[in-house]
C-alpha cells in the first residue's frame, strides 16, 4: 500500500525504456519501486542514529592515536544497528499522540529500510566518510604533541569544523550535475545498496546453494553476536597478554644476529618478508577490513606492493645505495642528518613558529630513508598517471555520460525521488556563506594559531570547488578519486614556506573540503538510490558532521592531556599509543611547511630527480594505451591500471608490511576461496563476519585502556617485551654510521 512502482502494462515500451537507468549494474542492484509512506524520522534512527554516530567517532578516534589504528565503518554499524532496529520495534509502545498537528509514536511500525540508511548515513559521517576520524584532528595534534605548542580549544574546533563542512556548500549546488542524471552511477554506492538488500532479505534465502541440504542455518544476528564475542575475548591475546601476534616476524627468530635478514623479515620495521598476524586490528589497520575488498582490487594492491617492497626497495637499497640509502633504516618514517642521527627539528623553529635558517644551516639538509623517499616519489607517479590513465581509458565515456546526463530523459530513480520535496538552494548558500565567513575569522582573528593568512584560505577553497566537479564526475563513473593532498601542500609549500601550520591548514582546506564535497555527493546518491528524502539527508549528514568532529575533539584533547609519553613512548614499555599517522602527518609539516619543497624536492635539496616521478606517471598509460591500440586483440593489457599499481604502497608509512601481508593473505582466502568454493556462505556472512570482528576488537581495546592502560598495569614476558623481537631491522648498514634508534646495532 503507498508502493509507487513500474507497471510494464501502464507503460508504452519505448517509455519504460527510457525510464531504466542506461547502467546494467544499477539495473541488476537498485530496486525500482518506493514507498512514500515509509517513516523516516523515526525515534528508533534518532537513537540509533546519534549512538552510531557518537560511538564510531569516539572509536576511530581512539585507534587513531595506536599502533594499529582500526577505522570502524559504517558497515559495522550497518550490520548492528539491523537486529536492534527490529528489537526496538518489537519492544517500544506503539502508541500515538499529537503534537502541533502531527500525529507522533515511537514505534510507527515494522522497522524499515530507510530508517537503516539514514542510521548508517549517520554512522558514516562519524567515521569521517571511512577517514576514521576528522582530517584536522592530525593539526591539533602535530602542534600540541610534536610541537609543543598551544592552540585552543575554540580555535581547533572551528578548524575542525569548517574543514570538514565547507565543500558541503558548493557540493549541494552541485546535486543537479552528478547525482540525479543516471549516467552519474556511483559504483561505489551499489555495494552498500546489495548489502542493505541482502541484510533485509529474508533469512532463508539460500534456495540457491548447490550445497543446501535443507538443515537450519545460523541466523545472521546469531552469527554477529557469536563473532563478536569471540573477537572481543580473542583480542586480549595480541592486546595485552601475547603481543607478538600483532607481528608474527620468524625470519628475525631464525636469524638473531643478522641485520639484513632482520631488515627483510620484520613486519614492522623491514619488508616483512614472511611475516604475518594473527591480529585482526593489525590485519585491517591502514587498509580497511580485507573482507570487503573485492579480489581483483587485492590482486592489484599485492602486484604493486610487491613490485615496490621486494623489487624496487631491495635494488636501491642493498643495490644502488640511492641517496646514501644505507646511511638510514630500509624502512622508516623519520628525518635524519647527513650522518645518520635523527633530526633535531624542535632546533630549526624559532620563537615566531618559523624556521630559523641559521640553525637550519648548522644541522643541514633533511634526509630521508629511501623507502620514505621512494614513497613520495610514487605518489607523485600516481597522481600524474590517474590524469592520463583516466583521459586515456575513461575519457570518452566520461564525456560521453557527462553529454548524456545534460540530454537524457529522467529515470526511474529520479522520477521516483520527485514525489519527496527538494532541497531549496538557498540552504546550500547560506551554508557556504557561514561557513567561509567563519574560517575567514579564524584565519584572521586567530591567525597566530593557524597561521595560515586570509588569502591562502581563499585560494584552498577556490582550489577545491574548481576540482571537484571533475573529480567528482570521474568517481561517479570510474569510482577512482584523484585526491589533492600532494599538490595542495606542494603549491603552498613553494609560496609561503617555512610556516609548517599554514602549510597543514591550506592542505586541509583545500583537500578535505573537496573530499568531504565527493563524499557528501556520493552519500546523496546512495541516499537518491534508496528514495530517502533529500531534506533527511542532508539533516543527518550535516549535524552527523559537527557532532562527530566535536566528539574527536574532545576525545583527542582528552587522551593528549592524559596519555603518557603519547606519540613518543619508551620503546621498551610495548606502549601502543605511538601515533604512527601522526608521525607522518609531522613530517609533511615539516617537509613540505617548516623546510619547504625548495630545500628538499627542489634545487636546494637532496632530492630533486624525485620530481621525474611526475612525468613519469604522466606517460605511463600514454605506453600501456599505445599498446592497446597496436595489440586489440590481448584483452589483458587494459587491465593494467597504473595508478592501481603505482599507489599501492600509498599507505606506507604509516602503514607496514605486515600489515600488507596480513591484509592480502586474509583477502585471498575469503575473496577468492571462499567466494568461489562456499559462495552461498560468503554471500550470508562475510560481511557480518567483517564487521563482528571490528566490533569484538573495538570494545576490547577500550576496556583494556581503562581497565589496565590508564593504571600501567603490563605482563612481562618474552610474548609482550620488545614484541617481534626484530632489535636489528633499523639498524643502518653504512660504514662508521651509528644508529640514533637501537642500542643493539652494531657499527659497521
Known amino acids: 500500500m503507498g508502493s509507487v512502482q513500474v507497471e510494464k502494462n501502464n507503460v508504452p515500451e519505448e517509455e519504460e525504456e527510457d525510464e531504466e537507468s542506461p547502467i546494467e549494474q544499477v539495473r541488476l542492484t537498485v530496486p525500482t519501486t518506493d514507498d512514500p509512506s515509509q517513516s523516516v524520522w523515526t525515534f528508533r534512527m534518532w537513537v540509533l ?3 552510531s554516530c557518537v560511538m564510531l567517532s569516539f572509536l576511530n578516534q581512539f585507534f587513531s592515536y595506536r599502533s594499529s589504528p582500526l577505522v570502524i565503518t559504517q558497515i559495522t554499524v550497518q550490520v548492528a ?9 518489537a519492544v517500544l509502545p506503539s502508541s500515538k499522540w499529537s503534537l502541533m498537528g502531527r500525529e507522533l509514536s515511537l514505534n510507527p511500525g515494522r522497522f524499515n529500510m530507510k530508517e537503516h540508511v539514514l542510521i548508517t548515513i549517520f554512522a558514516n559521517a562519524g567515521a569521517a566518510f571511512g577517514n576514521g576520524s576528522a582530517y584536522a584532528v592530525g593539526i591539533v595534534n602535530i602542534i600540541k604533541v610534536f610541537y609543543g605548542r598551544k592552540i585552543s580549544f575554540v580555535a581547533a574546533w572551528l578548524l575542525i569544523i569548517t574543514t570538514q563542512v565547507l565543500g558541503y556548500g558548493w557540493a549541494g549546488l552541485l546535486r543537479k550535475y552528478v547525482v540525479e542524471p543516471s549516467h552519474m552511477w556511483w559504483p561505489s554506492t551499489l ?13 532463508d534465502d539460500d534456495d540457491d546453494d548447490d550445497d543446501n541440504d535443507n538443515k537450519k542455518r545460523t541466523s ?76 581483483f582490487a587485492i590482486v592489484n594492491v599485492f602486484l604493486g606492493y610487491f613490485l615496490i617492497v621486494y623489487i624496487v626497495i631491495p635494488i636501491s637499497y642493498y643495490g644502488l645505495n640511492v641517496y646514501h640509502a644505507r646511511n638510514f633504516p630500509i624502512y622508516s618514517a623519520d628525518l635524519f642528518t647527513n650522518d645518520g642521527q635523527l633530526y633535531d627539528i624542535q632546533k630549526i623553529v624559532n620563537n615566531k613558529f618559523e624556521i630559523d635558517y641559521g640553525e637550519y644551516a648548522k644541522q643541514g639538509h633533511v634526509n630521508l630513508s629511501t623507502f620514505f623517499t621512494l614513497a613520495y616519489g610514487f605518489g607523485f607517479a600516481t597522481i600524474a598517471s590517474t590524469l592520463t590513465h583516466v583521459a586515456l581509458f575513461y575519457g570518452k565515456e566520461i564525456y560521453g555520460r557527462y553529454k548524456a546526463s545534460t540530454t537524457a530523459k529522467t ?36 591567525k597566530d594559531q593557524v597561521q595560515m593568512p586570509y588569502w591562502g584560505l581563499i585560494g584552498a577553497a577556490v582550489m577545491a570547488f574548481v576540482f571537484t566537479l571533475p573529480i567528482s564526475i570521474i568517481t561517479a563513473t570510474t569510482n577512482q578519486t584523484p585526491g589533492l593532498n600532494i599538490i595542495t601542500e606542494y603549491a603552498m609549500g613553494l609560496i609561503y614556506p617555512g610556516r609548517p601550520i599554514a602549510n597543514v591548514c591550506f592542505k586541509t582546506y583545500g583537500y578535505m573540503s573537496m573530499t568531504q564535497a565527493i563524499s557528501f555527493l556520493s552519500d546523496f546518491k546512495l541516499g537518491h538510490y534508496m528514495k530517502i528524502p533529500p531534506r533527511s539527508m542532508f539533516l543527518v549528514q550535516f549535524l552527523g558532521t559537527i557532532i562527530a568532529g566535536t566528539v574527536n575533539l574532545c576525545v583527542a584533547w582528552y587522551m593528549i592531556n592524559h596519555v603518557d609519553q603519547i606519540c613518543f613512548p619508551d620503546p621498551d614499555s610495548g606502549s601502543p599509543w605511538t601515533c604512527p599517522n601522526d608521525h607522518v602527518f609531522f613530517d609533511a609539516s615539516v617537509i613540505w611547511g617548516l623546510v619547504g619543497p625548495r630545500r628538499i624536492f627542489g634545487p636546494l635539496g637532496n632530492y630533486g630527480a624525485v620530481n621525474w616521478f611526475f612525468l613519469g606517471g604522466l606517460m605511463g598509460p600514454v605506453v600501456v594505451w599505445i599498446f592497446h591500440l597496436l595489440f586489440p586483440k590481448a584483452s589483458w593489457i587494459p587491465l593494467i591500471n597504473l595508478p592501481v599499481l603505482l599507489g599501492a604502497t600509498a599507505a606506507m608509512p604509516p602503514a607496514m608490511a605486515v600489515n600488507y601481508n596480513s591484509w592480502i593473505l586474509v583477502g585471498t582466502i575469503f575473496n577468492f576461496f571462499v567466494f568461489r568454493y562456499r559462495k552461498m556462505w560468503w554471500k550470508r556472512y562475510n560481511y557480518i563476519l567483517s564487521a ?11 576496556l583494556l585502556y581503562f581497565s589496565t592502560g590508564i593504571e600501567n598495569i603490563n605482563v612481562h614476558w618474552w610474548g609482550t617485551d620488545n614484541p617481534e623481537h626484530c632489535d636489528l631491522a633499523q639498524c643502518p648498514t653504512a660504514k662508521g654510521i651509528v644508529s640514533p634508534l637501537s642500542d643493539s646495532c652494531p657499527t659497521f
Open 191 to 203: 555495494v552498500q545498496i546489495s548489502l542493505f538488500r541482502a541484510l533485509h532479505g529474508k533469512e
Open 49 to 51: 542514529g546519534l549512538v
Open 692 to 702: 563482528a570482528l571490528d566490533a569484538g576488537v573495538a570494545f576490547m581495546a577500550v
Open 411 to 446: 529515470d526511474v530513480h529520479t522520477r521516483l525521488m520527485k514525489n519527496y520535496k527538494d532541497i531549496p538552494a538557498w540552504w546550500f548558500y547560506v551554508l557556504l556563506t557561514v561557513t567561509f565567513l567563519v574560517a575567514l575569522a579564524l584565519t584572521i582573528f586567530m
Open 81 to 89: 544497528t539491523l537486529p536492534l532496529g527490529r528489537l526496538m520495534a
Open 220 to 295: 545472521r544476528s546469531k552469527f554477529f553476536v557469536i563473532v563478536l564475542v569471540c573477537s572481543f575475548l580473542y583480542y586480549l591475546l595480541p592486546g595485552f597478554f601475547f603481543k607478538t601476534l600483532q607481528s608474527i616476524s620468524w625470519v628475525c627468530w631464525a636469524f638473531p644476529n643478522s641485520v639484513t635478514a632482520q631488515q627483510l623479515g620484520s613486519g614492522f620495521q623491514g619488508l616483512g618478508f614472511g611475516a604475518f598476524s594473527l591480529d585482526w586490528a593489525t590485519t585491517a589497520s591502514f587498509l580497511f577490513s580485507p573482507l570487503i575488498s573485492p579480489f
